[in-house]
């Protein structure tokens, strides 16, 4: 049986409009001959996303994203396709990332190892975002950029206000300073140059004064060791002993013991020691006025003269 042209004609034509459908899908990443299962994926931000984007488990391509569409709540609905040889559980993490600093974004499933229910073509898997590098920097520079901004608007305010504060008036007074600063220098240098000079010419007496100085220290450092090996613990038990001594004498005294603590506490004994004082200052003042009454040498034999008595006494009691 001969095959005519026209159905020569028509298989090429058909073969033409396949091999057509096939190359365009192809194209798009998708591969007719492949069974592939579909999953949606919610995100609220997919920028940087793109269509055909790789989509890995562990970091082995296992599908692409087919498609992106908005809806109408503003977010974004991204449609899966996933080599059908791998079989993916309901409750795996569909998780948007930047695999590097240049370039768009990527999805990376990260499988439910708890669950053993399998996800089915057409459902939906939980999604997550991972901050990119970029982000992770934009993240950190954005608050020293704030601040820097702020240090910036300080500055320009402060220096508005010295542009404020220096006139012309200002201006000149500084100058004047500067110019008393440095007339300043210049006799702080003249005297610099005459204590240089000073320090010259009197170099032999300062380092004898420095000789003598070292001497006395060395003095110092033996009077140091003298004390040093002196048995200073035992004075200062001995002295503590003694302050002991003094503290119970003072007890004793306190408390009317002995000649002095009966002087001090007996009120009796004070007074008859007060009144032989006054008796014995009597005494000695009769005696200073009157010695003949006490003491009578006679050369010629003369007669004692009769005591008597004195009128008053001469000291207030």
């Not at 609905?77 to 993916?88: F, H, M, N, P, S």
């Not at 007060?274 to 000695?284: F, V, W």
């Not at 005696?287 to 003369?302: A, D, H, I, Q």
């Amino acid at each position: 049986m001969k095959i005519t042209r026209e159905i020569k004609t028509a298989i090429l034509v058909i073969a033409s409009i396949l091999l057509f459908i096939w190359g365009y899908s192809f194209l798009k990443g998708r591969d007719l001959l492949s069974d592939y299962q579909t999953f949606y994926v919610k995100y609220d931000n997919v920028e940087g996303l793109i269509n055909s984007a790789p989509v890995t488990i562990n970091g082995l391509v296992v599908g692409k994203v087919n498609s992106i569409k908005l809806n109408k709540d503003w977010t974004s609905l991204v449609e899966l396709q996933i080599d059908g040889d791998y079989q993916i559980t309901k409750n795996s993490v569909a998780e948007l990332y930047s695999p590097g600093p240049i370039g768009g974004k990527q999805i990376t499933i990260i499988p439910d190892l708890k669950s053993a229910e399998i996800a089915k073509s057409g459902d939906f898997l939980q999604s997550s975002s991972k901050l990119g590098l970029t982000d992770l920097v934009s993240n950190e520079i954005k608050p020293i950029k704030e601040k820097l901004d702020k240090v910036l608007e300080n500055a320009n305010t402060m220096l508005v206000n010295i542009n404020q504060v220096l006139d012309d008036k200002t201006k000149q007074n500084l100058r004047s300073s500067l110019e008393n600063l440095n007339a300043t220098l210049a006799e702080f240098k003249e005297v610099s140059k005459s204590a240089n000079e000073m320090l010259a010419d009197n170099k032999g007496k300062i380092s004898s004064t420095m000789s003598n100085v070292e001497k006395a220290s060395a003095n110092f450092s033996k009077i140091s060791d003298s004390i040093a090996k002196a048995n200073i613990g035992q004075t200062v038990k001995n002295l503590e002993k003694t302050l002991a001594n003094v503290d119970k004498l003072m007890a004793d005294i306190q408390s009317g013991k002995g000649t002095l603590g009966k002087l001090a506490k007996d009120e009796t004994m004070y007074n008859n020691f007060a009144k032989t004082s006054k008796e014995l200052e009597l005494l000695l003042q009769d005696l200073r006025l009157n010695p003949t009454r006490y003491v009578n040498v006679s050369l010629f034999g003369k007669k004692n003269k009769p005591y008597k008595a004195p009128v008053a006494d001469t000291i207030k009691k």
